[in-house]
């Protein structure tokens, strides 16, 4: 199915609510974890807020008129912002993350008028990067994990795509 992206309002609150409250979607991203009973409302409050201001770009992620999943571009500045999603675990094989990956930096580069989109992924997190490579990000180095979240021995895969690199593969 063709998804789509749309910017978050609160009506996708009790969605979000769903299928960002399984452990297994917090395990592989900075969201809260346990996640809190207003989570989504707080999520996407800030959401608001933040792109009102320029600073990032949260987009809940539909097939149909399903919610499947969330996928943002945040720290946008100098011509560059970071790449993030999660895919609710029901949806989880079908592709969908590649997709949703390719709306959302297509939006950087043609709406943000973006030169570069970084992204991370944990070495442990093979379904992530695996997204990252197929829509064309490079991967620039390994580092140890910054985040108070996950263990110092945890490594982190740090992922770039150019403006140009994005043109020729597109
Ligand atoms: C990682 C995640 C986004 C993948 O979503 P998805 O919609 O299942 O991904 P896709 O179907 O687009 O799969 C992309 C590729 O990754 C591969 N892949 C997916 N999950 C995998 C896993 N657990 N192990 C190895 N490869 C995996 C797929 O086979 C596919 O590669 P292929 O086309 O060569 O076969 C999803 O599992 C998720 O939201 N996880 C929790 C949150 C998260 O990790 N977010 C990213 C933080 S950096």
């Not at 309002?9 to 346990?34: F, G, K, N």
């Not at 207003?38 to 399903?66: C, H, K, N, W």
């Not at 100098?78 to 675990?89: M, P, R």
């Not at 992204?119 to 580092?143: C, D, I, M, Q, Y």
Request: charged content about 25%; aromatic content about 12%; hydrophobic content about 45%.
């Amino acid at each position: 199915m063709t998804l789509r992206i749309e910017p978050f309002a609160p009506y996708h609150a009790p969605a979000v609510q769903c299928l960002a409250s399984d452990p297994r979607i917090a395990a592989m991203t900075l969201l809260p974890e346990p996640y809190p009973e207003d989570g989504a409302f707080t999520f996407i409050r800030l959401a608001m807020q933040a792109r009102a201001a320029g600073e990032a770009y949260s987009f809940a992620v539909l097939a149909g008129d399903e919610l499947i999943g969330s996928c943002g571009l945040k720290e946008v500045h100098d011509g560059q912002a970071d790449l993030g999603y999660w895919i609710g675990v029901p949806f989880w094989g079908r592709g969908y993350a590649s997709e949703a990956a390719r709306l959302i930096v297509a939006f950087g580069f043609d709406e943000l008028g973006l030169d570069r989109v970084t992204a991370h992924a944990l070495e442990r997190n093979p379904g992530s990067w695996r997204v990252l490579e197929k829509v064309g990000f490079t991967l620039l180095e390994r580092v140890a994990n910054p985040f108070a979240k996950w263990t110092p021995e945890d490594i982190i895969r740090r992922y770039a795509l150019d403006r140009a690199d994005w043109i020729v593969s597109r």
